[in-house]
């Protein structure tokens, strides 16, 4: 027999048997209506203004939670249904119910047109692929091709080629661009040898060696004695890259303070985990002035000054073999300037 | 037949309180089905036998929320330009009020969540939790710990001080030395021949956007795997899977473990009932 009324856990699974639809409610309309009267009333009259939207909302509001809390009070909500009249499919008939007659939507005869939906999903996964391709090709070609095209020489005025004495080694440090600030700040070991003859004419000669260790770039740094240790001050040039700083030094060699690799004076590898000689800048004399080129790599340098053979190769980076069979891992090298 | 005395009103009033606290759950829930989502996601059956180095997956993770959200606090304070970066790290742990603790909890957070990934790879390989079915969550699992790694690589140019770029100098050129790509993946790295202020930009974009974002994704498809598959018993289990007594009911299985489920369309039309 059913219990006289049902127990708290029936009650509860009820809940779940039809839609809980709130009934339909006007109050929110005028609890609006009162919120924006109070904010009215702030700019310009709080006192009274803003009280008579208070009082608008606190009432509409009320009422408001009084529908919307019906069902929770036990109260039956009563929802008018709504009343449509059926549309007749064909003369006077229903459609027929979707188990019987057949497929409402015909199967397209042997040999007919593609199905509609497979039309539609076609469309979708097609026009979807066309506008994922569209956005993403742009998007990603910008994460991209940025670090590889368009890379600027910097070309770097170093000051008065006579600024520089005959054979004298000096710590260079600059800007390769002074827009970047001290990011761009680079260090090169240089030293004047004079001249050298060159197709019948005689060419300054300048060794510039990059500082930048070609084991994993860290800065190496000349081993003996410089600056007031030798009593020769440091001098300042200023070029068009702002102030380039020379430091008189009288090496043994470079050194690397991070995995302890070494280099003679002309940045041959002498110990340590470096796989190649030290960079070199390349140079031009315009005007009487010293201008530093990119950068390339040596394998190794034999011979000293003016009267060196160096072993050139382009540019690679700090840890790149650039000859022997290890050169192979790197066929191929990004844009470079 | 029981008739039932009327109830109280204290059994009334009673009646009240948990229609007030369970209405809104009912609303939410009818219209959403968050709730027994959520019940489904939190309150599962697991092995009886499970222990405390079952919980090493969640320590990660909350390692990982610890850190999205220490990261988000510090990013409102932190500026990713050479001339700005280092002072503003200074500005965040000397001078604004428990920028210290933020800061600090970030940094060392970052070596917890690491150390804990590791030790929760660990717990799953020596539990053989990596085995059949679960192998593919064992890869998600790596490659979270890999996106990890590229955490705390970007995150350590940010402080912009002496370690901090000859860090990454010495990082991005060992990226370099890989054979073929790497070149090109240091030049990307880089966003260009030299370190620059674009590299610290996109380092610092890297590091708060596009890896957290990856690591979130993969992090939840670990946990659908983590709630699909079910949680392992440890190796001296009697409950592990092939220590049920001779005599035992098979316990019928899933679709999918022993054979294969039908999929898709096929399954669609094959159904019974189906239009033929």
Not at chain 1, 46 to 58: F, K, N, Q, R
Not at chain 1, 245 to 252: M, S
Not at chain 2, 93 to 121: D, E, Q
Not at chain 2, 190 to 209: D, K, N
Request: with cysteine.
């Amino acid at each position: 027999m059913e219990p006289e009324q049902p127990s708290p856990d029936t009650e509860h699974e009820s809940l779940h048997e039809e839609a809980h639809l709130p009934p339909p409610s006007l109050w929110p309309i005028g609890f609006a209506v009162g919120i924006v009267v109070i904010l009215v009333g702030l700019v310009i009259n709080p006192e009274l203004i803003s009280v008579i939207g208070a009082i608008i909302a606190t009432v509409f509001g009320f009422l408001w939670a009084r529908d919307a809390t019906a069902e929770l009070r036990g109260q039956a909500i009563v929802v008018e249904p709504e009343r449509r009249d059926l549309v007749e499919a064909g003369a006077g008939r229903t459609a027929p119910p979707a188990d019987q007659q057949g497929a409402a939507l015909p199967s397209p005869a042997e040999g007919g047109k593609i199905p509609r939906s497979r039309f539609l999903e076609g469309a979708t996964l097609g026009l979807g692929g066309v506008i994922g391709g569209l956005i993403t090709v742009p998007v990603a070609g910008f994460a991209v091709l940025p670090s590889f095209l368009r890379q600027e020489q910097h070309k770097v005025d170093m000051g008065e080629v006579n600024d520089y004495v005959l054979n004298r080694w000096y710590v260079a440090t600059f800007l390769t661009d002074p827009s970047e600030g001290t990011v761009s700040r680079r260090a090169a070991f240089i030293r004047n040898n004079g001249t050298v003859s060159q197709g019948g004419k005689q060419v300054p000669s300048f060794t510039i060696i990059s500082n930048r260790c070609t084991h994993l770039g860290c800065p190496t740094q000349a081993n003996g004695p410089s600056g007031s240790i030798l009593g020769l001050p440091s001098q300042t040039e200023h070029g068009k890259n702002g102030p380039v700083k020379l430091d008189p030094v009288v090496p043994a060699g470079y050194g690397c303070p991070c995995h302890g690799s070494q280099f003679d004076t002309e940045g041959n590898r002498t110990a340590g985990p470096a796989v190649r000689a030290l960079d070199r800048y390349g140079f031009e004399i315009d005007n009487g002035r010293l201008i530093l080129l990119s950068t390339y790599s040596v394998s190794r340098v034999v011979g000293t000054g003016a009267q060196a053979k160096i072993y050139k190769y382009k540019e690679a980076g700090p840890g790149e073999h650039v000859d022997g069979p290890e050169q192979w891992f790197y066929p191929l090298q990004p844009p470079h300037h | 037949m029981t008739l039932r005395r009327p109830p109280s009103r204290a059994e009334i009033r009673r009646q009240r309180m948990e229609d007030l606290v369970t209405y809104p759950l009912d609303w939410l829930e009818e219209r959403s089905g968050l709730v027994g989502g959520v019940r489904y996601f939190l309150f599962r059956n697991v092995p009886s036998d499970i222990n405390w180095m079952q919980t090493l997956g969640s320590a990660a993770l909350t390692a990982f929320l610890v850190q999205a959200i220490t990261g988000v606090i510090l990013a409102m304070y932190y500026q990713p330009t050479p001339q700005g970066a280092y002072p503003s790290i200074v500005n965040i742990t000397n001078h604004l009020t428990l920028g210290w603790l933020v800061r600090g909890m970030h940094r060392w957070g970052a070596s917890v969540f690491i150390i804990l990934m590791f030790l929760h790879m660990g717990r799953v390989f020596l539990f053989g939790a990596y085995k059949y079915p679960r192998e593919l969550n064992w890869i998600v699992g790596v490659l979270i710990l890999v996106m990890g790694m590229m955490e705390g690589f970007t995150g350590y140019l940010l402080p912009w001080d002496q370690t901090a770029y000859w860090a990454t100098v010495v990082g991005i050129n060992l990226n370099g030395t890989a054979p073929f790509l790497g070149p090109w993946l240091a030049q990307f790295l880089r966003s260009g021949q030299e370190i620059s202020a674009a590299t610290l930009t996109r380092f610092y974009s890297l590091h708060m956007l596009l890896i957290p974002g990856a690591i979130m994704a993969l992090i939840g498809l670990h946990l659908y795997l983590v709630i699909r598959l079910g949680v392992t018993s440890p190796p001296w289990s009697k409950e592990a899977a092939g220590m049920e007594p001779a005599d035992a009911e098979p316990t019928p299985l899933r679709p999918g473990l022993t054979r294969p489920a039908p999929r898709g369309i096929a399954a669609a039309q094959a159904e019974p009932g189906g239009r033929e």
